[in-house]
């Protein structure tokens, strides 16, 4: 053995060799130490200092360290990085030791599995997924430990990225070599910690096993997943191996999974996601950070991020990113949401019992999982307290709707507050011996031990009194001082009274101090007290724990009830404050807006300065293409749309004065493009993948929204790509489309296709100051009809532009125009409107296409202008000219186009 071998040393090499890929903390005394590798990645991304130490041998052993009371932040700060960390405890008391003191991992954490409230938002889910994907089906299992949820779902391989973008997971597990095939399920895996496990920690028999035995059932079928859910099933075997290695005391706290059936919510794709500012500004802002934290201004979680309670901010994330697609699940919602608004006091009430319920999900889940602190669950018991009041308002308001299937379930777990506020003090210490944490006459033993730490005065008196009398010394006094500890003081005039078991400890002016077998053993209770005390109130806290852990099923029932409470009580809220009304939901294909809103936007100007407006999609006017001017308000209808439909179908109120909403299948939209140079895909190329998304996916009960559909190309390509975008809409899957265009040629397919409508955003030209051309004013309203001028030059005068660039670009806009309508020309087609499926469906506009012009091949340019006078120069050939017939030609172009300025 060489001399660096040290049994330390040894033994942290073999601990460090069975968790490899993490950074090991490894405890020694009160600091937390890293060697080698370790200390150096710690160095580099915590600044700490790096050290060397000599641990027996010539080399030395790179060294950085952390104080075991100041862990939490380097912790929190190596997992947002990306690190999975392994703690490494003392297991045994050094004073107990017989030589090295004994360690073992106690936790791994990782970005997807964390406890610790620095490592959490309170408002949002940490979940760790696992993906396995089985021929055209992916099955993604989801958990959340620090909540216990866990979650199954199947889908297809195109729906697959957004249902795993709905659990914005922090760490994704996947068959080894299949890292890439995770990241193009979904995007948002690249901003996750990617884990590559062993494909046969996959295998769905295996998985089975594992899920039945931990969940004490013969087999899965007693969980209720059916044999054809396979590939989530592999997914939830590998998924919770993987967390029993994290964690090595184990998961008890984690739910029996629920398998969520496809067709019951709507998958919601990144970009409508995005576009729509569901969670997440454009701006950005939807970070790790306290509940409240996260700047939610701009988005729609923002509107409605008005929930009292932990659990309920992040249930109504879950609803927001999972919008219903049955008609009977919403209107429940709907039911009890117009409850709430009905009868105001109610609410009110209900409202002020959720204010101060703490996070029972995450509480219940630490007790559970032994890792709650006396202050925790005193916080549970608190929170739990609160809950008669719940049930109070929600027995008041009636069963509407889903109120009764949360009445016929509730769990009021009033026994666990009980047991939990008698058992511990009002404020009881975070960690156990600061202070007591123990009620006073829980424990007979602890109260002795107690009495024993105080000084114990009625205990003295007794030793007192038995002495005196059995010495005859009536002035006989026990005392106490720090020097000598416990004595027997007696006067030397009664010295021939002393009792032989005396024994003299102290010698002062007239009197002696002695000590005796009893008070020394009483003495030494006293000492110790203080530490049996801890011991015991370890014990006993110990014991609640396990006790209300037990109990972690009914615990997590009453908070996912307790969330939902809180998230309709917060809809019905919104809706009385922001004038919302009940959207009226149908299976038809008619979607009828009157007088809708856009949530976000109205909230940022005085109410009377948004102007409401309406939207009509029938079968027979399917496909709006909505043109005006930059500025006019386009983006805003468009994503106003979306939203009040993805409102609606969360069970909510809508931001509208009339809404009769035809039930969606999905919610596509593509408004706005930014370059992925990371990816290497320019504007345009981005613009067309989400298009293709689109077209592939859609069916004809989705709702699509387009925005500049072929603008990041030459204006024939753009306009050829938008015309045959809205042709495939309109003919081939023939569902409810708006498409906002600055190519007004577009308007032109009002003509051709039997369901499309014209509609525009309205302006109005206002003469400008004396001297200068007319100015626009943006009314915002839609109205019927194609807009025929765009404004941009307008907009480019509100932005500043000098005046003399904008009076160029007016007479180059002339000539462009000029050039225009013969491209309006071409884009015209003949044939027959209209023929019938020949299965016999509901007829869908159809027209033969064998007859269009075929547009120049020059592009509109500032270069490739046709002008008369260019075209009469471009037929000259010069070389065939003498110089005399050159300069006639020269006079009469002159004298041309003078004679035109004078006619213009």
């Not at 049994?7 to 405890?27: T, V």
């Not at 032989?500 to 007290?529: F, N």
């Not at 613009?687 to 709702?703: D, F, K, N, Q, Y």
Request: include cysteine; aromatic fraction near 4%; charge should be negative.
């Amino acid at each position: 053995m060489s001399r660096e071998a040290t049994p330390l040393m040894q033994q942290y090499r073999e601990i460090k060799s069975r968790h490899q890929d993490a950074i090991l903390l490894f405890r020694m005394g009160d600091f937390y130490e890293m060697f080698y590798d370790d200390a150096e990645t710690a160095s580099r991304h915590l600044g700490l200092t790096l050290t060397a130490r000599n641990n027996g041998g010539a080399a030395e052993v790179p060294l950085a360290g952390v104080p075991v009371k100041a862990v939490g932040e380097y912790l929190r700060r190596l997992v947002q990085q990306g690190f999975r960390v392994a703690i490494c405890e003392q297991v045994e008391d050094p004073k107990l030791a017989k030589g090295i003191v004994r360690r073992e991992v106690v936790e791994t954490v990782t970005p997807g599995a964390a406890f610790s409230d620095d490592l959490l938002d309170g408002a949002r889910n940490n979940f760790l997924c696992a993906v396995h994907a089985t021929g055209d089906v992916v099955g993604i299992a989801a958990a959340d430990v620090s909540t216990g949820e866990f979650r199954l779902t199947l889908a297809s391989v195109s729906d697959a990225p957004a249902m795993l973008a709905r659990f914005s997971p922090r760490e994704i597990l996947v068959p080894r070599g299949e890292s890439d095939r995770s990241r193009s399920i979904s995007p948002r895996a690249e901003g996750a910690l990617v884990t590559e496990r062993d494909a046969w920690e996959f295998d769905p028999a295996l998985a089975a096993d594992e899920l039945a035995r931990h969940f004490g059932v013969m087999s899965i079928a007693g969980l209720g997943i059916g044999d054809n859910a396979a590939g989530a099933v592999g997914a939830a075997g590998a998924l919770l191996r993987y967390l029993r290695e994290l964690q090595p005391g184990g998961v008890p706290h984690l739910a029996r999974p629920v398998l969520e059936h496809s067709g019951g919510t709507m998958p919601l794709d990144e970009m409508t996601r995005r576009n729509l500012e569901l969670v997440e500004s454009l701006r950005g802002g939807d970070g790790i950070g306290s509940s409240r934290g996260a700047d939610l201004s701009g988005t729609l979680l923002g509107v409605f991020d008005r929930t009292l309670t932990p659990m309920g901010a992040r249930m109504l994330r879950r609803w927001i990113l999972a919008p219903l697609v049955e008609r009977s699940a919403i209107d429940q919602r709907l039911d009890a949401v117009g409850a709430f608004v009905a009868d105001p006091i109610i609410r009110a009430s209900m409202r002020a019992a959720l204010d101060g319920v703490r996070d029972l999900e995450r509480l219940a889940s630490k007790t559970a999982a032994g890792r709650s602190t006396p202050r925790e669950l005193r916080g549970l018991g608190d929170s739990l307290a609160r809950i008669p009041a719940v049930e109070q308002a929600m027995k008041s308001l009636g069963t509407a709707g889903v109120m009764a299937t949360i009445a016929a379930r509730w769990e009021s777990c009033s026994d666990i507050a009980d047991h939990i506020i008698a058992t511990l003090v009002e404020r009881p210490p975070n960690v156990v011996g600061e202070e007591d944490a123990i009620r006073s006459g829980v424990d007979p033993d602890l109260d002795a031990l107690r009495t024993l730490r105080s000084g114990g005065k009625d205990a003295i008196a007794q030793i007192q009194a038995v002495e005196r009398e059995r010495t005859g010394i009536t002035s006989l006094k026990v005392g106490y001082n720090r020097v000598f500890g416990y004595y027997i003081e007696i006067s030397n005039a009664n010295r021939h009274l002393i009792p032989v078991d005396y024994q003299r400890r102290q010698t002062l002016t007239g009197a002696e101090r002695y000590v005796t077998p009893a008070l020394k053993e009483y003495e030494e209770r006293v000492l110790t007290a203080t530490e049996r005390i801890e011991t015991r109130e370890r014990e006993l806290i110990d014991q609640l724990r396990t006790r209300v852990g037990g109990e972690i099923r009914r615990l997590q029932q009453a908070a996912n009830l307790v969330a939902a409470l809180d998230v309709l009580a917060t809809f019905a809220e919104v809706a009385e404050r922001e004038g919302y009304s009940r959207p009226e939901m149908t299976e038809e294909f008619t979607l009828e807006i009157v007088g809708g809103r856009h949530p976000v936007v109205e909230r940022m100007m005085p109410r009377e300065q948004f102007i409401p407006n309406d939207t009509r999609l029938t079968d027979d006017a399917r496909l709006i293409i909505l043109t005006g001017p930059n500025m006019a308000g386009k983006s805003t209808i468009l994503r106003q749309i979306g939203l009040i439909v993805l409102i609606a179908q969360m069970g909510s109120f809508v931001p509208a004065a009339h809404a009769r909403i035809g039930i969606v299948d999905r919610v596509f939209t593509r408004v706005g493009a930014s370059d992925n140079l990371v990816r290497g895909q320019s504007t345009f190329m981005v613009e067309m993948a989400e298009t293709s998304a689109i077209l592939h996916t859609a069916t004809r009960r989705s709702l699509v929204l387009l925005d500049e559909i072929g603008r990041g190309t030459s204006t024939y390509d753009g306009v050829s790509i938008a015309w045959a975008v809205s042709e495939h809409l309109h003919d081939g899957l023939a569902c409810k489309t708006v498409f906002a265009t600055h190519y007004h040629e577009l308007t032109q397919l009002a003509d051709e296709l039997d369901a499309v409508r014209n509609y525009n955003v309205a302006v109005r030209e206002v003469a400008g100051p004396q001297g200068t051309a007319p100015q626009v004013l943006f009314l915002h309203r839609l109205q019927p009809g194609g807009a025929d001028r765009s404004y941009g030059i307008e907009v480019g005068r509100l932005a500043g532009l000098p005046a003399p660039v904008l009076g160029r670009a007016r007479e180059v806009l002339a000539l462009l125009e000029g050039e225009g309508a013969q491209m309006a020309t071409a884009l015209g087609r003949t044939g027959e409107r209209r023929e019938e499926h020949s299965s016999g469906a509901t007829p869908v506009a159809r027209s033969t296409r064998a007859n269009v012009v075929v547009a120049p091949s020059e592009q509109l340019g500032l270069f490739g202008l046709s002008h008369p006078m260019i075209e009469r120069l471009r037929e000259l050939d010069i070389n065939t000219m003498t110089p005399l017939q050159a300069l006639e030609q020269l006079a009469k172009l002159v004298d041309e186009a003078r004679s035109g300025q004078r006619n213009a």
